[in-house]
């Protein structure tokens, strides 16, 4: 089912009174398909968007916490500072992503799609990654960023790398091999 910008925006409203405990509701696009909706700074906290199609969708500064992205398609996406923490982004797709400045803290990353996805100081902290595909992606990652794996906790570059990533530390302005 195609959502209009018009009734993404009254469904918002909705879930920003939900969030604030004045009433409204729970934001629940599930399987929606959002594309060429404006998500530039949505506010988003705990939305359900399982299935969810945001292909090419600008989620610049959008906020995600919490929020369940269940095998939502991202592929394309551009999430520029977007917050996603302890979100669920398991079995989702981000392929050919474009990742500058986000940072996950206990995300649920356990078998998602970053297949040639772009990272530009990305940051991990706690996710849970099992299972994912990093096959063909690039960039850098911060510096003493960790994952937790199938073995337990992890250098977050050395298991993208495991995934199939060609990633580099990123250190206070430089990134290094």
Request: aromatic fraction near 4%.
């Amino acid at each position: 089912m195609t959502t209009g910008q018009d009734e993404f925006d009254a469904l918002l409203r909705e879930h920003r009174r939900w969030a604030a405990g004045h009433g409204g509701r729970r934001l629940d696009l599930t399987g929606r398909d959002l594309t060429g909706i404006d998500l530039r700074h949505a506010e988003l906290i705990e939305a359900i968007l399982r299935q969810a199609v945001l292909v090419r969708a600008d989620l610049t500064k959008a906020n995600l916490a919490g929020a369940d992205l269940t095998e939502a398609d991202l592929t394309g996406a551009r999430l520029l500072r977007t917050d996603l923490t302890e979100a669920v982004l398991t079995d989702a797709t981000l392929d050919e992503a474009e990742l500058t400045k986000t940072f996950f803290l206990g995300t649920d990353l356990r078998g998602v799609r970053l297949r040639n996805a772009k990272l530009d100081r990305v940051g991990f902290d706690g996710d849970q990654v099992e299972g994912w595909d990093a096959t063909g992606a690039t960039g850098t990652v911060l510096t003493d960023s960790t994952v937790v794996d199938g073995t337990g906790q992890a250098d977050a570059i050395m298991a993208l790398r495991q995934a199939g990533a060609n990633v580099s530390a990123f250190t206070a302005g430089r990134s290094t091999r």
